[in-house]
Structures are given as structure tokens and as C-alpha cells.
């Protein structure tokens, strides 16, 4: 017995000796293409996620794409989003400029987020121009605290965006706000901050943010198919613009799941992701007291889990302890010809919620064919467009 243990503890002290890599199942990289499982082999249940695309699909979801362990576990599409065309992610545009800052950073380019906004413009001339716009820092323009007077909100008509979409020139537009609060001490969500770190991603790299991009961002994620829209000048839009297709949204939230490592390499900091799952930026609305802000990221410290966030519900969520990226997709409906449209509006909860449900364990489950074969037939039901009710129908005269 006594040699038995022996055997047993100097076969234990000889895999602890080997490097982690080697102790843990092989690292999956989608860069080509994404793995896929069912549910049950990745310790989720086929049932619960069944429910999930119904949720989905009486919630305006275009697209629901759920990944654990790597393996995509559940993709579906909602009519009349079809499978295969590319999704404008709105406001989720703000974190991948958020990435390429950090990027930038790694770089070289930029030498930290305390940099001051207004050096990166000093060949212009700007109005309103007083001591607390020149002490704006690039960190604030992340964290949404720049105080420069902007009334998009999270709950009112972009009134400010759509204006600045109209000007001959996005950044002198911002540029040109007075300062409301001093900078650093309140959020205020303003797309005009993301849309001036986008023209400084272009100065500090010579860039726009689409190029940069795809060297050192989409290139090695195996992202090729995007469209990004840029003002006059050829600076990406910040705020707003950018077109991705659901599974590459998937791999933007993936390289923050494993860390900022890609194939093996270190492609962003991994103090930046840590830095995003800390944020503790009070967004100061009713209906977001569990949310912090930061980095261009909404974060739910209390379920360890974080997002990208574009209106009309584009996610990219991360939920690290439970190793899974979600995405959805969504956009309004017009029920009747007359009627007025409905938009997604599920809470960020309900959605974390659903995928923390669905999670059974990190061992596989024994397969389940019958629940298998019940979510594959909710996934075909949500690509058929139902026929449009009668009142929906106009009269030929």
C-alpha cells in the first residue's frame, strides 16, 4: 500500500510539473472557423437554450449566437435577418474603438490614456475653449466623464449625433461643445467622445481605425469582411458605423475571454481587460443601478459579466467564470402597416440570466436527443417569416 501511494504521489508531483498548457485540454482559436458542439457537450442544456431563442425571437433578435469553451453551442437567425449578411452594431462600435486604443497603447503610439485631448488638435481652432476642455484626457473620453455638453443620453433622441453627422466635419463638431461639468466627475453617454478617439487612433497611427484595424485587430482574428462608415476626413465613425457579421462580433468577445490572447500571442493587454471588468464608472440611471461604465464597455460587476452595447440590442457580452461569449442582434418590427414599431427592450438581466441558466456544469452532460432535436426545430421555426396578419395586408384599388 505504502509503495502504491508512493507511485501515486510522484505521478501526481510529475503532472504538477508540467506547464499548465499541458495539463489543460487544447486552446481553440476560430480565427478560420468557429468549433461547434451541441450544448450538452459543453455542460449546457439543450432545453433551457430552446427557451432562450424564444425569448429571442419575441424580443426582435435579428441573430443569437452563444459560444462556450469555444465551441459555438446555439446560433439562430430571425426572419427577415437572414444567415450570412453582416449587422450594423450601432453603439457596439465604441468598443472596438476602445480595443485599438488599447492597442495603441501596446504600440507605442499612444503613450497612455492620461494624454490630453486637445494636443492632438493643436492645428486647429476651436471654440469654447477654456481650461477645463484643455484638461480633458483621453481616459475620460473612454469612461464618458469628458463634460463636454452633449444631450444624446441613454433614453432621449440622439439629437447631438444625427448633428454631427451632418456637419462637413464629425470632430470639429465635438471639438466645438462647451464644456457642461468639469471633466472627470460625471458620465454623461456621448458619442461625439468615441468619435474623437477615433480621429486620435488616425493621428497617432496615421491610420483610420478600419486600417489599423485589420493589422492588428481583424487580420489576426481572421475578421475580412466588414464595413466600416468614416466622415469627410476618412476617420472611422466612433460612435456609431461599424458592420460585422454575428460569429466575427463573437471573436472580438473572445479574445477578451482568453485574456487578449490570440494563437499564443499576447495581441491586447491583459491589464486593459482587467481594467474593463473593474469599471465602476455610476452610468446615474434608475434602471442601470447594477451597471458601471468603463473603457467604452457596460459592465454588471455583480454577475461578472461585461458588453458591448449598440442600440436596438447589438451585444457582445462576456461572462468569464462561466467561460461563454453571447451576441445578439436585433433591430425594430413594424407589426402592421400603420402601427408603431417595436424595438428590442429586454433588460441586460434577463439575458444574463438565461445564459447563466442554461449553464448545468463544465462536465458534459449525457447527450439529449429529444431536447437536442427541440431546440434544432425552434432554431428552423425563428428563420421563417410568419405571414403578415390581415390588417397588414393593403387593398388594391
Do not use: C
Request: aromatic share 8%; charged share 20%.
Amino acid at each position: 500500500m505504502r509503495r502504491l501511494l508512493n507511485v501515486l504521489l510522484a505521478i501526481a508531483l510529475s503532472i504538477s510539473a508540467l506547464p499548465a498548457t499541458a495539463q489543460e485540454k487544447p486552446q481553440l482559436w476560430p480565427t478560420k472557423e468557429w468549433a461547434v458542439s451541441s450544448p450538452e457537450e459543453q455542460g449546457m442544456s439543450s432545453e433551457r437554450l430552446a427557451r432562450l431563442v424564444e425569448f429571442g425571437g419575441s424580443n426582435n433578435m435579428d441573430s443569437l449566437l452563444v459560444t462556450r469553451h469555444g465551441h459555438i453551442v446555439l446560433e439562430a437567425t430571425y426572419a427577415p435577418f437572414r444567415a450570412g449578411l453582416k449587422h450594423r452594431i450601432n453603439s457596439a462600435t465604441k468598443s472596438v474603438i476602445s480595443t485599438l486604443v488599447a492597442m495603441a497603447i501596446r504600440d507605442g503610439r499612444l503613450d497612455g490614456t492620461d494624454r490630453r485631448v486637445i494636443e492632438f488638435f493643436a492645428d486647429r481652432t476651436i471654440a469654447n475653449l477654456d481650461d477645463a476642455k484643455k484638461a480633458i484626457t483621453i481616459r475620460q473620453l473612454l469612461d464618458m466623464t469628458s463634460g463636454l455638453e452633449w444631450t444624446e443620453g441613454l433614453d432621449g433622441y440622439p439629437r447631438p449625433f444625427f448633428a454631427m453627422e451632418r456637419s462637413l466635419d464629425w470632430s470639429q463638431y465635438v471639438l466645438d461643445q462647451p464644456t457642461a461639468t468639469a471633466p472627470g466627475t460625471l458620465f454623461y453617454y456621448d458619442s461625439g467622445n468615441s468619435h474623437l478617439l477615433s480621429a486620435i487612433l488616425t493621428k497617432a497611427t496615421g491610420k483610420s481605425a478600419l486600417d489599423y484595424a485589420r493589422e492588428v485587430l481583424f487580420g489576426p482574428l481572421g475578421i475580412d469582411d466588414v464595413t466600416w462608415r468614416s466622415d469627410r476626413q476618412g476617420n472611422s465613425g466612433g460612435g456609431a458605423g461599424l458592420y460585422m457579421h454575428p460569429r466575427d462580433m463573437a471573436k472580438i468577445g473572445y479574445l477578451y475571454l482568453r485574456g487578449g490572447v490570440w494563437e499564443g500571442q499576447q495581441i491586447l493587454p491583459a491589464s486593459w481587460i482587467e481594467n474593463v471588468r473593474k469599471a465602476d464608472v455610476d452610468m446615474r440611471e434608475a434602471w442601470a443601478k447594477e451597471l458601471r461604465y468603463g473603457r467604452q464597455f457596460w459592465v454588471m460587476p455583480g454577475r461578472d459579466a461585461y458588453m458591448a452595447v449598440g442600440f436596438d440590442r447589438q451585444l457582445i457580452i462576456v461572462m468569464p467564470k462561466l467561460d461563454i461569449v453571447a451576441v445578439m442582434t436585433g433591430s425594430a418590427r413594424f407589426p402592421t402597416l400603420n402601427g408603431t414599431p417595436t424595438r428590442p427592450r429586454y433588460g441586460f438581466a434577463a439575458i444574463v440570466d438565461r445564459l447563466t441558466d442554461a449553464v448545468t456544469g463544465d462536465a458534459p452532460l449525457a447527450a439529449d436527443p429529444a431536447a437536442m432535436a427541440a431546440l434544432t426545430q425552434k432554431i428552423k421555426e425563428a428563420a421563417i417569416e410568419p405571414p403578415a396578419p390581415a390588417s397588414a395586408v393593403p387593398t388594391l384599388r
